[in-house]
């Protein structure tokens, strides 16, 4: 048969876990708070630098164009627009890879994001000049500004100096015609 259970609750398990408790006491007391999120500011600086990178590769091409055009004058795709596409891309990539070293960029990821930047400068900044031809007036000069102005399409990508429109202008698209429904 079973023992006899006594009236009262058994007070050893209890016992035995303030005993546990007193013992981890000082561990607790000296254990660091961790928070399971990482900061924001932390966890934006990644991102922000691939941006960052891809927006130098952009400068540098804007830098080089602008040198280009100083120096040599010419237009944005030149006689031959391919030799002015490598032109552009060998100068903004040789500007680019030296701001860089100097900023202590390291990574295979943001080398990929600074490419792309050149490359997406390369092909659209043709569409910059047609949303701020004034700037560019200031920048370079009215006839060049007027320039690319007639000889690329706004909304467009400009590879080997022909202009592939990606979509057309609301404004200069052609209205919908009314539909009538029958009853309204």
């Known amino acids: ?50 941006v960052g990178a891809a927006l130098l ?27 002015t596409m490598m032109i552009d891309a060998g100068i903004g990539a040789a500007c680019s890879f030296v701001l ?26 043709h569409n910059a000049v047609h949303a701020a031809p004034k700037l560019f007036d200031l920048v370079f000069s009215p006839e060049w500004t007027e320039e690319v102005i007639a000889s690329t399409e706004p909304n467009s990508i400009l590879f080997r100096g022909v202009s592939f429109v990606v979509y057309e202008d609301e404004e200069a698209a052609p209205a919908m015609p009314t539909i009538r429904r029958i009853g309204g």
């Not at 007391?29 to 630098?49: E, G, H, R």
């Open 100 to 125: 860089f070293a100097m900023l202590r960029f390291k990574g295979a990821e943001f080398k990929a994001a600074q490419s792309f930047g050149i490359a997406a400068m390369i092909v659209v900044m």
């Open 57 to 83: 590769g952009m400068v540098a091409v804007f830098v080089a164009r602008y040198v280009r055009f100083h120096m040599m004058g010419g237009s944005l795709a030149g006689d031959d627009p391919d030799i």
């Open 1 to 50: 048969m079973s023992a006899m259970s006594s009236a009262g609750p058994d007070g050893s398990f209890q016992e035995r876990l303030n005993r546990v408790a007193e013992a981890r006491a000082p561990l607790e007391a000296n254990k660091v708070d961790v928070s399971p999120l990482p900061d924001w500011k932390q966890n934006i600086k990644y991102p922000a630098a691939l």
